[in-house]
C-alpha cells in the first residue's frame, strides 16, 4: 500500500488542491498500522478521536484555508510524552493505567499547529535502553529485518515513521535515544540543544540530560517540526529565550567553506566496517559539495560511557523514587504496611533494567560514595563540555558514526548490559555537553542494513546540521524497506 504524500510539502499540496481530504490521509496511515503494526509492534496505544479530528479540520477547511503546514498533519508520540486523556504508560507495568489530564507542551504545539496525533509508541521501560527488548508491553521489530531491533529507546516512534505508519513521530534522546533508532531504522532524528524544546509533560528520566525531539524522513520536515515545537515555556524554566526562526535562516546557508571535524576517537578500532565504509562514502559527497574536513581530538570522549551512567542513573534513582505505589500508578497488593508497600510495589512495577540502573544510581548518590563517584562525573563531564567548545573554534560541525554497527539481533546483547551501553558509545558525548545532535541515514551495508551519519554541532545549530543532513539525503536518496514499499536510492556500500 503506497502513502498518500511523502513528506510534508507533498503532504500541504495533497491537502491543499483536495487531491486527498485530512480525514483520507489520517485512515491511510491506520490502514497501515492495523496491516503492518501486528509484526512491527511501534504502537502501544492509538488515539480513538484521531479521525474525529481530521474530519473537524476537514470541515473547518472548507471555511478557511489551512495556516500551517502541519495543519491535519499526522504525528505519532513516544509513550513517555503526556496526551491528555491517552496512556502514558512509559512501557511500564508501574504507569500501566495512567492517564494524564493534561498535554505535553510539545504536544499542545504540534495540536495548536493542526496536528493530529496517531497514538503513542513503544519504547525501552521509562527510556532505559538501547534496543526497545526493555519493554513491559513487548518488543518492537526492525522493518528492515525483524530478526534484528529497532534501537532504542525510542524504537516505536523510529520504526512507526521508517514503514510510513506515521510520516512523522516525537521521541526522547538521553543519551542518543532518537540518533540511535533513527541510524539503525534509517530514517532522521534530531536531538536539539538542551533548552530549545519545552521538557514540560515528558516523564523524567534524566533531568539535566533529557531533550525531546523529531523522526522525519527528510530534513526540510524536521526543520518544520523543530518551529513548531521550539520557544520559551513559563513551565520549564530550561528553555532558553531564542528565535526559533534562526534555524530556517540557518538551514538557507551554504554547505561550500563549512569545515567539518573528524572525532579520531570516534573512528577506532571498535567501528564495523560495513558503517566505516558507508560513512566514508557520506564524506566524499559532503566533500564533493565544498565542505573541508579536519582531524579533530576529543580525548575525554572515551570517558563518556562512565560519566552518563553515573550521571543519568544518580538522576533517575532521584526521578523514579516518586512511583512508590502511594501517589498514582502500580500499588502491590501484598503489603501489610508502608514498606512493604514501597518494596513490593517497586519490585513487581519496575523491569530489570530499570532496577539496575536505580541500583547503580543509589549507589553512586550514598553517603561516601557521592564525591567519589558522582561528583567525579560531573567534573569529568565539564572536561568534555570544554573539549567539545575547543574544537568548535576550529570547525563548523562535527562528522562521525551514530552507531558502531548496524541493528544487532534480537538477544545479542540483552545478557550483557555493558555490551548494550557500548552501542551509544558514539552519542552520549552530545547529551553530556548538551549539544544538538541528529542522524541521517548514510549507505546501508552489502548486507542491506541502515547505516547513520551523526552530525554535531555547537548550541543552537540546529539549522546548519538540517542543511548538510539534506545534502546527504539527497545523495543517498529516500530509502524504505522492503516490507513497507519499495527501496527507492542507489546500490548499497
Same mark, same amino acid.
Given at each position: 500500500?503506497? &502513502?498518500?504524500?511523502? !513528506?510534508?510539502?507533498?503532504?500541504?499540496?495533497?491537502?491543499?488542491?483536495?487531491?486527498?481530504?485530512?480525514?483520507?490521509?489520517?485512515?491511510?496511515?491506520?490502514?497501515?498500522? $492495523?496491516? #503492518?503494526? &501486528?509484526?512491527? !509492534?511501534?504502537?502501544?496505544?492509538? *488515539?480513538?478521536?484521531?479521525?474525529?479530528?481530521? =474530519?473537524?479540520?476537514?470541515?473547518?477547511?472548507?471555511?478557511?484555508?489551512?495556516?500551517?503546514?502541519?495543519?491535519?498533519?499526522?504525528?505519532?508520540?513516544?509513550?513517555?510524552?503526556?496526551?491528555?486523556?491517552?496512556?502514558?504508560?512509559?512501557?511500564?507495568?508501574?504507569?500501566?493505567?495512567?492517564?494524564?489530564?493534561?498535554?505535553?507542551?510539545?504536544?499542545?504545539?504540534? #495540536?495548536?499547529?493542526?496536528?493530529?496525533?496517531?497514538?503513542?509508541? *513503544?519504547?525501552?521501560?521509562?527510556?532505559?535502553?538501547?534496543?526497545?527488548?526493555?519493554?513491559?508491553?513487548?518488543?518492537?521489530?526492525?522493518?528492515?529485518?525483524?530478526? =534484528?531491533?529497532? +534501537?532504542?529507546?525510542?524504537?516505536?516512534?523510529?520504526?512507526?515513521?521508517?514503514?510510513?505508519?506515521?510520516?512523522?513521530?516525537? %521521541?526522547?534522546?538521553?543519551? +542518543?535515544?532518537?540518533?540511535?533508532?533513527?541510524?539503525?531504522?534509517?530514517?532522521? !532524528?534530531?536531538?536539539?540543544?538542551?533548552?530549545?524544546?519545552?521538557?514540560? %509533560?515528558?516523564?523524567?528520566?534524566?533531568?539535566?540530560?533529557?531533550?525531546?525531539g523529531p523522526f522525519a524522513r527528510r530534513a526540510q520536515d524536521a526543520l518544520e517540526m523543530m518551529l513548531v515545537l521550539s520557544g520559551p515555556d513559563g513551565r520549564d524554566m530550561t528553555?532558553?529565550?531564542?528565535?526559533?526562526?534562526?534555524?530556517?535562516?540557518?538551514?538557507?546557508?551554504?554547505?561550500?567553506?563549512?569545515?567539518?571535524?573528524?572525532? @579520531?576517537?570516534?573512528?577506532?578500532?571498535?567501528?564495523?566496517?560495513?558503517?566505516?565504509?558507508?560513512?566514508?562514502?557520506?564524506?566524499?559527497?559532503?566533500?564533493?559539495?565544498?565542505?573541508?574536513?579536519?582531524?579533530?581530538?576529543?580525548?575525554?570522549?572515551?570517558?563518556?560511557? *562512565?560519566?552518563?551512567?553515573?550521571?543519568?542513573?544518580? @538522576?533517575?534513582?532521584? *526521578?523514579?523514587?516518586?512511583?512508590?505505589?502511594?501517589?498514582?500508578?502500580?500499588?502491590?497488593?501484598?503489603?501489610?504496611?508502608? =514498606?512493604?508497600?514501597?518494596?513490593?510495589?517497586?519490585? $513487581?512495577?519496575?523491569?530489570?533494567?530499570?532496577?539496575?540502573?536505580?541500583?547503580?544510581?543509589?549507589?553512586?548518590?550514598?553517603?561516601?560514595?557521592?564525591?567519589?563517584?558522582?561528583?567525579?562525573?560531573?567534573?569529568?563531564?565539564?572536561?568534555?563540555?570544554?573539549?567539545?567548545?575547543?574544537?568548535?573554534?576550529?570547525?563548523?560541525?562535527?562528522?562521525?558514526?551514530?552507531?558502531?554497527?548496524?541493528?544487532?539481533?534480537?538477544?545479542?546483547?540483552?545478557?550483557?548490559?555493558?555490551?548494550?551501553?557500548?552501542?551509544?558509545?558514539?552519542?552520549?558525548?552530545?547529551? #553530556?555537553?548538551?549539544?544538538?545532535?541528529?542522524?541521517? &541515514?548514510?549507505?546501508?551495508?552489502?548486507?542491506?542494513?541502515?547505516? %547513520?551519519?551523526?552530525?554535531?554541532?555547537?548550541?543552537?545549530? @540546529?539549522?546548519?546540521?538540517?542543511?548538510?543532513?539534506?545534502? #546527504?539525503?539527497?545523495?543517498?536518496?529516500?530509502? =524504505?524497506?522492503?516490507?513497507?514499499?519499495?527501496?527507492? %536510492? !542507489?546500490?548499497?556500500?
Amino acid at each position: 500500500m503506497t &502513502p498518500l504524500f511523502d !513528506g510534508i510539502a507533498s503532504f500541504a499540496q495533497g491537502r491543499d488542491s483536495r487531491k486527498f481530504s485530512i480525514e483520507e490521509a489520517v485512515r491511510s496511515c491506520l490502514d497501515r498500522i $492495523e496491516n #503492518l503494526d &501486528p509484526e512491527l !509492534g511501534a504502537f502501544l496505544s492509538l *488515539n480513538p478521536n484521531a479521525v474525529n479530528r481530521a =474530519r473537524q479540520l476537514d470541515n473547518r477547511m472548507a471555511r478557511n484555508p489551512a495556516q500551517s503546514p502541519f495543519y491535519g498533519y499526522p504525528v505519532a508520540i513516544k509513550d513517555n510524552l503526556h496526551v491528555a486523556g491517552m496512556p502514558t504508560t512509559c512501557a511500564s507495568r508501574m504507569l500501566a493505567n495512567y492517564r494524564p489530564l493534561e498535554n505535553a507542551t510539545v504536544v499542545d504545539r504540534l #495540536l495548536k499547529a493542526g496536528a493530529v496525533i496517531l497514538g503513542k509508541t *513503544n519504547m525501552d521501560e521509562f527510556a532505559m535502553g538501547s534496543s526497545t527488548e526493555n519493554s513491559a508491553m513487548g518488543v518492537t521489530r526492525n522493518p528492515w529485518d525483524t530478526r =534484528r531491533v529497532p +534501537g532504542g529507546s525510542s524504537g516505536g516512534s523510529a520504526v512507526a515513521v521508517a514503514s510510513d505508519m506515521a510520516p512523522m513521530a516525537l %521521541g526522547s534522546d538521553t543519551g +542518543g535515544s532518537i540518533r540511535q533508532p533513527a541510524a539503525f531504522c534509517g530514517v532522521l !532524528g534530531l536531538k536539539p540543544t538542551y533548552g530549545r524544546i519545552s521538557r514540560y %509533560g515528558l516523564v523524567a528520566f534524566s533531568s539535566s540530560l533529557d531533550q525531546i525531539g523529531p523522526f522525519a524522513r527528510r530534513a526540510q520536515d524536521a526543520l518544520e517540526m523543530m518551529l513548531v515545537l521550539s520557544g520559551p515555556d513559563g513551565r520549564d524554566m530550561t528553555v532558553a529565550s531564542r528565535n526559533p526562526e534562526e534555524m530556517r535562516r540557518d538551514f538557507a546557508s551554504e554547505v561550500r567553506g563549512m569545515v567539518i571535524g573528524m572525532p @579520531e576517537e570516534f573512528f577506532s578500532d571498535g567501528l564495523d566496517d560495513g558503517v566505516r565504509v558507508s560513512l566514508e562514502r557520506a564524506r566524499e559527497v559532503l566533500a564533493a559539495e565544498g565542505a573541508e574536513f579536519r582531524p579533530v581530538r576529543l580525548p575525554s570522549a572515551q570517558y563518556g560511557i *562512565n560519566v552518563y551512567y553515573l550521571i543519568a542513573t544518580s @538522576e533517575a534513582a532521584s *526521578n523514579l523514587s516518586r512511583y512508590d505505589g502511594v501517589r498514582y500508578g502500580y500499588r502491590s497488593l501484598k503489603a501489610s504496611n508502608i =514498606r512493604d508497600l514501597y518494596t513490593h510495589t517497586r519490585q $513487581e512495577g519496575f523491569g530489570p533494567e530499570v532496577k539496575r540502573r536505580i541500583l547503580l544510581g543509589t549507589f553512586a548518590l550514598s553517603a561516601g560514595y557521592q564525591d567519589q563517584y558522582y561528583r567525579k562525573a560531573q567534573q569529568v563531564q565539564s572536561l568534555i563540555r570544554e573539549e567539545f567548545d575547543r574544537a568548535f573554534h576550529e570547525v563548523d560541525m562535527l562528522f562521525a558514526p551514530t552507531t558502531p554497527t548496524p541493528p544487532f539481533l534480537f538477544g545479542e546483547k540483552s545478557s550483557d548490559p555493558l555490551a548494550m551501553y557500548l552501542s551509544d558509545i558514539y552519542t552520549i558525548s552530545a547529551n #553530556l555537553a548538551g549539544l544538538p545532535a541528529l542522524s541521517v &541515514p548514510s549507505w546501508p551495508t552489502a548486507e542491506g542494513l541502515p547505516v %547513520g551519519a551523526q552530525l554535531i554541532g555547537p548550541a543552537w545549530s @540546529e539549522g546548519r546540521l538540517l542543511k548538510v543532513a539534506s545534502v #546527504l539525503e539527497e545523495a543517498v536518496g529516500v530509502r =524504505r524497506p522492503p516490507m513497507t514499499g519499495e527501496r527507492q %536510492g !542507489g546500490e548499497a556500500a
